[in-house]
T-cell receptor, first 116, second 112 residues
């Protein structure tokens, strides 16, 4: 079963508007971490934002914020004031903290296109 | 500047040949990872290492090998046993028990 689900294969947004990219996760651990990464066409994976399962406040980093709803097991990325340079693939990932094997589990990604 | 360097950026290999992808980091991170990315798929973990001279298989380790003789270096060898090696390979590192992983720019391997 998929542990990380990104239901939107592709999204379009108008420049300067906000956009929400969905991510739901499945874990029975109490301690875990959620990440969002951006992958432009150049291929490198760029870390955007992190949310710990015990963090009470939603994480924010500049124009990026994470809408963390623990009971729903969702960790949606909100990008405010979209820019043309935001066009890229966006990946949600989860780290489960149980045991010594701290690996990231990745979603399949959402392709975001920002229209001028 | 600190970061992760992968080389080469593009690599072509003939069928039946082994090839080694380089990954070096100067971030003083303990943990390093190799991922494979295919079109339309997320990242799949090949191998990871949490400490020098120790590494663990990920989800798709068959046909690959790694070594971790130095903290800074984590090379990946794609062997002839890997039946479908054409893919984009990403190396990453993280401070053990820390949050985000930092990635290199990737190596695109093509079997010709």
């Amino acid at each position: 079963a998929q542990k990380i689900t990104q239901t939107q294969p592709g999204m379009f947004v108008q420049e300067k508007e906000a956009v929400t990219l969905d991510c739901t996760y499945d874990t029975s651990d109490q301690s875990y971490g959620l990440f969002w990464y951006k992958q432009p066409s150049s291929g490198e994976m760029i870390f955007l934002i992190y949310q710990g399962s015990y963090d009470e406040q939603n994480a924010t980093e500049g124009r990026y914020s994470l809408n963390f709803q623990k009971a729903r097991k969702s960790a949606n990325l909100v990008i405010s004031a979209s820019q043309l340079g935001d066009s890229a693939m966006y990946f949600c990932a989860m780290r489960e903290d149980a045991g010594n094997n701290r690996k990231l589990i990745w979603g399949l990604g959402t392709s975001l296109a920002v229209n001028p | 500047d600190g970061g992760i360097t992968q080389s080469p950026k593009y690599l072509f290999r003939k069928e039946g040949q082994n090839v080694t992808l380089s990954c070096e980091q100067n971030l003083n991170h303990d943990a390093m990872y190799w991922y494979r990315q295919d079109p339309g798929q997320g990242l799949r973990l090949i191998y990871y290492s949490q400490i020098v001279n120790d590494f663990q298989k990920g989800d798709i380790a068959e046909g690959y090998s790694v070594s971790r003789e130095k903290k800074e270096s984590f090379p990946l060898t794609v062997t002839s046993a890997q039946k479908n090696p054409t893919a984009f390979y990403l190396c990453a590192s993280s401070i053990l028990r820390n949050t985000e992983a930092f990635f290199g720019q990737g190596t695109r391997l093509t079997v010709v």
